[in-house]
């Protein structure tokens, strides 16, 4: 459907570098990355706002990298929404419509029907002013559909809306994917890489520095920056050692843990995932491998429990559901016992 | 509080010794000129000419290098090119210098001997004691604060809305009549009654250039400078009423806000 073969684009200090790149038909393909990462600037190229200095833009067999930016028909949904202030929401829905110069009668019942299918109907002779973040949001994507784009491209999509609209919103975009629209949705924020995605792709430095399901990118993290990428915050600089043929990881001169069979380097990073970590009141029965002994020392309500900071010789940070939470009875200051599975411990080669 | 107080009236002095100073001298003479005085004045003819002839070279004057100029303002808002800086310099040029030189340079441009001249000539044109060289004297020298005012309108409008525009499907000219130019009008029409105001009320160019037809301020200058200060008075104050309505007439329709393009717009008529 998409394909970017090693394209790269020089712009000021920054440089997007060799971004190669397979999306097929439907998929909704989450790319992650921190600010100045070169989302933007990648949505862009495809978009065709910008020309590449070098590489190539394909989208179904066509080669569109020197195509002008208004026969692509790439739907591009600008962060902060980038509507019209001079135009009612209706005038801003047709304005595509208006390119194509079609009928009047047709315009008006376009932008109906897709104003009705986004419930946004009642607003459409307002101006633009005193509308919500959501609303603006439902009129720059109605805005983008009504052209019925071959793909659809979403700059940080929720960064500029109230977290209680962000569902409707990710409700309404899986509804769109699933209607066959092929999406890009750059981000910062793992979760919606979670929540939507089919493919996600982690841009770091203008290079796409790991692709795949959500599930692979973030079990396996190719590095540091993409684990911290995927919500991991407890990270550790080991060192291993083989002793009596079992691999232990170095923490510090009290904390050892127990690693699962495997090849390792002599130095390397630890990661745990944050709901990877058992909390118990009650010390564990003997032989528990992994058990160390804590402190809570800060209680933070979360999503779907509790995150926890507890200092067992290392600060962890351990997310809890609340039924646990209250099960164990855990309160500041408590002295609990944490358990760190092998299977659960994330090791990383060399200094990123 | 004390403090405050103290500070509150120092500004308040100050503030208002500028503003007796701008308003005095204006006040003066209008209290200076009688009313009959006035209402012959305005009978004459020649200052009912002068003051219709500085008018209308003005705003066409202004309107005709608006067309050319505001194309021009968004250029330099939107892109880079070389030699940018020196680009902004030149369109600063005609403010800081006197306007008597800049005089002396619109003359040796139109006359017979100059480029523009020379070109004119031989259509059997004269710019010199032409309204045609009035209107370059004046747009001359006000030309910068219309073309900066549209630069600065232009680059209050975020880019990220005519990028927008264009991945609708917009053209380039498009984008510019529906969202360039209509989200930056303010700006350009505050600078269009700049550059209006400044074309009418020029004097040191416009007298190298045409001493006749002769425009109001060169008017004033010649009724003042051969029969003294109470025969020009009455036909500066007309000039100065003519003046102030029509900026304040500009000025209301620069501020009036208008939302286009709504459903309204495209019902069948």
Known sequence: ?352 | MRYYSSFNLILLLLSSLVLIFLIAPLIGMFLHTSTTGLIETIKERDVQESIWLTVWVSFSTTFIFAIISVPFAWLLARKDFPLKNLVQGVIDLPVVLPHTAAGIAILGFISRDGFLGKVASSAGISFVNNPAGIALAMAFVSLPFLINAARDGFMSVPEKLEKAALNLGAGRLRVFMTISLPLAWRSIISGFVMMFARGMSEFGAVVIVAYHPMVAPVLIYDRFSSFGLNYARPAAVIFIIVALVAFTGLRLLSNRKKVTYSESDYADS
Request: one cysteine or more; proline letters at 4%; hydrophobic letters at 40%.
């Open chain 1, 1 to 352: 459907m998409l394909t970017l073969k090693n394209l790269s684009k020089k712009l000021g200090n920054f440089r997007i570098e060799g971004i190669d790149l397979e999306i097929d038909e439907g998929t909704y393909y989450v790319l992650l990355g921190r600010s100045g990462s070169g989302k933007t600037q990648l949505l862009e190229l495809i978009a065709g706002l910008n020309r590449p200095d070098s590489g190539e833009i394909w989208l179904d067999d066509e080669n569109i990298t020197n195509k002008k930016i208004q026969e692509r028909n790439i739907g591009l949904l600008f962060q902060d929404y980038a509507i019209f202030p001079n135009m009612t929401v209706f005038g801003n829905i047709a304005y595509s419509l208006h390119s194509d110069r079609e009928g009047k009668a047709e315009v008006i019942s376009r932008v109906h029907k897709i104003a009705s299918e986004l419930n946004i109907e009642h607003i459409l002779e307002r101006d633009t002013h005193h509308l919500s973040g959501g609303e603006l949001q439902r009129v720059a994507l109605a805005r983008t559909l009504i052209k019925s784009p071959r793909l659809l491209l979403l700059d940080e999509p929720m960064a500029s809306i109230d977290a209680s609209l962000k569902d409707d919103i990710k409700r309404l975009l899986r509804r769109i994917n699933r209607q066959g629209m092929t999406i890009i949705h750059v981000t910062h924020d793992y979760r919606e890489a979670l929540n939507l995605a089919s493919l996600v792709g982690v841009l770091h430095n203008g290079r796409i520095i790991q692709e795949g399901k959500p599930d692979e990118v973030f079990r396996k993290p190719v590095n540091k920056f993409v684990a911290r990428y995927s919500g991991i915050r407890n990270f550790f600089r080991v060192s291993f050692s083989k002793v009596n043929n079992e691999w232990d990881a170095f923490c510090n001169e009290t904390t050892v843990l127990n690693l699962k069979p495997g090849t390792y380097p002599d130095e390397g990073f630890l990661l745990i995932r944050s709901d990877g970590i058992t909390i118990l009141s009650e010390r564990p029965p003997e032989g528990t491998v992994n058990c160390l002994k804590g402190k809570v020392t800060d209680i933070i309500p979360a999503d779907q429990g509790m995150e926890l900071t507890i200092d067992a010789g290392i600060i962890l940070y351990a997310d809890i559901s609340a039924d646990s939470f209250r099960q164990q009875g855990v309160y500041e200051s408590k002295d609990i016992w944490v358990t760190l599975p092998p299977e659960n411990l994330i090791v990383l080669q060399g200094p990123d």
